[in-house]
């Protein structure tokens, strides 16, 4: 799937997060903090967000070339690399404040990943957890829309992730060194508010990501478009956050 695609789904996603996303930047002070990384930039959605908070380039850093090149491309007022964490550590890089946002679900050994990232924070510096989901905790209603949780979390299971990382969010900070305010960020009323072509959009994305069928496809627009005219569609979905200090 090309960059593009991902976009898409980043801005959707950043837009559902987005209110408590802007008071985790004033809990961490993020106007203040000079040197600052997105850890996992994807496409740069939220580095250009901070950037416009801080009023300074974000260092913004993927593992996917190609995702980092589309970031530059698409917001070319921030500084990008393509890497992760051991090279940032490797080079002796440190940050007033790091950022991570759906970066640790993904993570097959997240401890060992959160002892890295603790590495390039500097002194007084924080870790700021934007956002990690626990799809065990997800209420789809109606009840006839319980099934799309399965999607999402074989899914994650098959690319090696964890679909239950929130849950575990404060035991894995204090293991890896770090005090931590964990809390929930938000429950994720979706989709209120939302256009009903984006919500398929969205669903196609996932269809390509995921690879379940035209007809499994079908039946969940079908569902979905009922639901929503009679406006009695509603997900629940924890996602966690936590602002942390080594």
Not at 35 to 57: F, K, N
Not at 149 to 178: C, M, N, T, V, W
Request: proline share 5%.
């Amino acid at each position: 799937m090309d960059a593009g695609r991902y976009h898409e789904h980043y801005l959707l996603q950043a837009g559902w997060l987005a209110p408590a996303r802007h008071f985790l930047f004033r809990k961490a002070g993020l106007a203040r903090r000079r040197r600052v990384l997105d850890l996992g930039c994807g496409s740069g959605v939220i580095a250009e967000e901070m950037r416009q908070v801080c009023g300074r380039p974000v260092m913004a850093v993927d593992r996917d070339r190609e995702m980092a090149a589309f970031a530059r491309a698409r917001y070319p007022g921030n500084d990008y690399l393509a890497g992760d964490e051991r090279l940032l550590v490797s080079k002796g890089m440190r940050f007033d404040l790091v950022v991570i946002s759906f970066v640790l679900l993904w993570q097959q050994r997240p401890l060992p990943f959160l002892k890295r990232v603790r590495k390039l924070i500097a002194e007084n510096g924080a870790l700021l957890v934007l956002a990690e989901p626990d799809y065990g905790g997800r209420i789809d209603h109606p009840a006839g829309l319980d099934f799309l949780k399965e999607i999402y979390i074989s899914h994650i299971r098959r690319e090696g992730g964890d679909p239950f990382i929130g849950r575990r969010l404060p035991a894995l900070l204090q293991r890896a060194g770090f005090q931590a305010d964990v809390e929930l960020a938000s429950c994720l009323d979706i989709p209120h508010g939302s256009a009903a072509a984006a919500w398929e959009r969205e669903w196609r994305f996932w269809q390509e990501l995921a690879g379940f069928s035209d007809a499994t496809l079908a039946r969940i627009l079908r569902l979905e478009k009922r639901a929503l005219a009679r406006q009695e569609r509603l997900v629940l979905f924890p996602v966690f956050c936590a602002l942390a200090r080594p």
